[in-house]
C-alpha cells in the first residue's frame, strides 16, 4: 500500500513539473516578462490544485505518469486567461 501511495505522490509531482516546464509564449508577440510569467505559473498551480480538491482530475486509476487531459485543460486555460499559450511543440 506504501508502494501505491508512493507512485501516486510521484505522478502528481511528475504531472506538475510537466504542466511547468512547457514554453509559454505571447499571441500577441509582446516579450515575456520571466517574473511575472513565474508569478502567473505559480497562481494557474494553485488553481490546479483547486480544480482537484473539488474533484479528482484523474481516472480512478492512473494508466500513465504526468498530467490528465483535463488538469492538464485546467493549467493551459489559466494560462491563456494571463495571456500566453503553449509554444508549438508542447
Same mark, same amino acid.
Given at each position: 500500500?506504501?508502494?501505491? %501511495?508512493?507512485?501516486?505522490?510521484?505522478?502528481?509531482?511528475?504531472?506538475?513539473?510537466?504542466?511547468?516546464?512547457?514554453?509559454?509564449?505571447?499571441?500577441?508577440?509582446?516579450?515575456?516578462?520571466? $517574473?511575472?510569467?513565474? %508569478?502567473?505559473? !505559480?497562481?494557474?498551480?494553485?488553481?490546479?490544485?483547486?480544480?482537484?480538491?473539488?474533484?479528482?482530475?484523474?481516472?480512478?486509476?492512473? !494508466?500513465? %505518469?504526468?498530467?490528465?487531459?483535463?488538469?492538464?485543460?485546467?493549467?493551459?486555460?489559466?494560462? $491563456?486567461?494571463?495571456?500566453?499559450?503553449?509554444?508549438?511543440?508542447?
Amino acid at each position: 500500500m506504501r508502494a501505491f %501511495l508512493a507512485v501516486i505522490a510521484s505522478a502528481v509531482v511528475l504531472g506538475g513539473c510537466a504542466s511547468e516546464s512547457k514554453a509559454w509564449v505571447r499571441p500577441d508577440g509582446q516579450a515575456i516578462n520571466p $517574473a511575472q510569467l513565474e %508569478l502567473d505559473k !505559480t497562481a494557474c498551480q494553485g488553481e490546479l490544485s483547486k480544480a482537484n480538491l473539488a474533484g479528482p482530475l484523474q481516472n480512478d486509476h492512473i !494508466t500513465t %505518469l504526468g498530467p490528465s487531459p483535463r488538469a492538464t485543460d485546467v493549467y493551459r486555460d489559466c494560462m $491563456a486567461s494571463r495571456g500566453y499559450l503553449a509554444a508549438k511543440g508542447n
